[in-house]
């Protein structure tokens, strides 16, 4: 299972159990895996991972979905919920560094994988626990998923058109935000324990990742006291920062300065709109939004997305057509920046992935192995951590 890319690998020896499901936990742990951890993905024995079934569509026996953020582990069955199964796992706990886990605050399974007792026999454990609504408050033990953060956490309110129903941002905001924030806290924890030898229990939630990312629209509100809404593609303090429509489609435009927004009016020769108060500056534009996209529109609608983009490109204002995914896999730029790359599955064949995104001196890190296919690994993991490796403890 060789996969196309080489690189570096900087998390090279550091051992990771993923007991999370779904996205959030899977997504960290395969962040991992690509800077080179070694991950063992921990499912239940009757279908794994709920992401298995999630589809269509389907590659194989396994949905698109689940393939998308588990490469690079091991798939180990295990009944968490057994004695069996919770020896095993203990055994597992004394060659594992980082411990990634998503069971929902209070239940069976997080009391029995406590992390006050886990730390107590594995000091050296890092533990993410990432939960919908976090540790503390009234929220703390409701159930959540991608939908219910983006709409809890405000984003579904700022997202759609003014005055239309509230939209689901296109990708998984709240999943992928907490995912992200978790690694960055898994990352810091080993880096704290490199000085002082002992873990740390890292906990994030999809919740407050949605609140990490109001940014200026949160510093907005607390400034004015005004409750802000939906806009569309247009941005709370910058103008002209929209989607605009041509002759054949739409395009983006992003001016963010007034010499950007002088180029823009050269660019469609409407010299006259710089000396308009109206648009003066870039305050002046966000106060008077509906106007200068009345202009702006009118002054686009007979040029196709082409010309518009090609136009204001010379000019040195930001733009660019809305692409489709398809476009975008099959764009050279895509293809030199090395993201997409391929891993060889045993029962599926050649399967293309999107790859790491961050370079470490000009080089990639490796896109690792295929997605397990489920309980691919039990056998050797059972093998390799049989009881009387427990001797001694």
Not at 19 to 27: C, F, M, N, Q, V
Not at 39 to 53: A, L, N
Not at 180 to 205: D, H
Not at 335 to 353: K, Y
Request: glycine share 10%; aromatic share 8%.
């Amino acid at each position: 299972m060789n996969a196309t890319h080489t690189g570096p690998a900087p998390l090279a020896g550091v051992r990771v159990l993923d007991l999370s499901k779904i996205l959030a936990g899977p997504y960290a742990t395969m962040s991992l895996a690509d800077l080179g951890a070694d991950v063992t993905k921990v499912e239940h024995p009757e279908g794994g991972d709920p992401t298995r079934s999630w589809g269509p569509p389907f590659v194989g026996a396994d949905a698109t979905y689940y393939l998308a953020i588990n490469r690079g582990k091991k798939s180990v069955t295990v009944d968490l919920k057994s004695e069996e199964g919770q020896d095993l796992i203990h055994r597992i706990l004394e060659e594992t560094d980082v411990v990634v886990e998503n069971f929902k605050p209070g239940s069976g399974l997080q009391r029995i994988f406590d992390y006050r007792t886990l730390s107590e026999r594995y000091p050296h454990l890092v533990v993410l626990h990432i939960s919908a609504f976090g540790e503390e408050g009234p929220l703390r033990d409701e159930p959540g998923y991608d939908m219910i953060a983006q709409a809890a956490g405000g984003l579904m309110s700022l997202t759609g058109e003014p005055g239309g129903p509230p939209m689901k941002a296109g990708f998984a905001m709240g999943d992928l935000g907490a995912a992200l924030f978790g690694l960055i806290g898994v990352l810091a924890a080993l880096v704290e324990r490199s000085r002082t030898g002992r873990g740390q229990y890292v906990t994030t939630s999809l919740f407050e990742c949605q609140l990490a990312l109001h940014v200026n629209w949160a510093t907005n509100y607390f400034a004015t006291g005004e409750r802000p809404g939906a806009l569309g593609s247009g941005h709370p303090n910058l103008a002209p920062y929209q989607a605009f429509p041509a002759s054949d489609g739409y395009f983006v435009v992003a001016v963010g300065n007034d010499t950007q927004w002088a180029s823009l009016c050269s660019a469609i020769a409407r010299d006259d709109l710089t000396a308009d108060p109206r648009f003066e500056r870039n305050r002046d534009r966000v106060a008077n939004r509906g106007d200068l996209e009345r202009e702006l529109s009118a002054a686009f609608a007979p040029g196709t997305v082409e010309h518009w983009c090609d136009t204001l490109a010379a000019h040195a204002v930001p733009v660019s057509p809305i692409r489709h995914l398809d476009e975008i896999y099959a764009d050279p730029h895509t293809a030199a920046l090395g993201m997409i790359g391929t891993v060889d599955h045993p029962t599926i064949g050649s399967l293309r992935q999107i790859a790491f995104p961050v370079s470490f001196s000009g080089e990639r890190p490796h896109l690792t192995s295929a997605p397990p296919v489920l309980g691919a690994d039990t056998d050797a993991i059972v093998g390799a951590h049989r009881p009387h490796s427990m001797a001694g403890r």
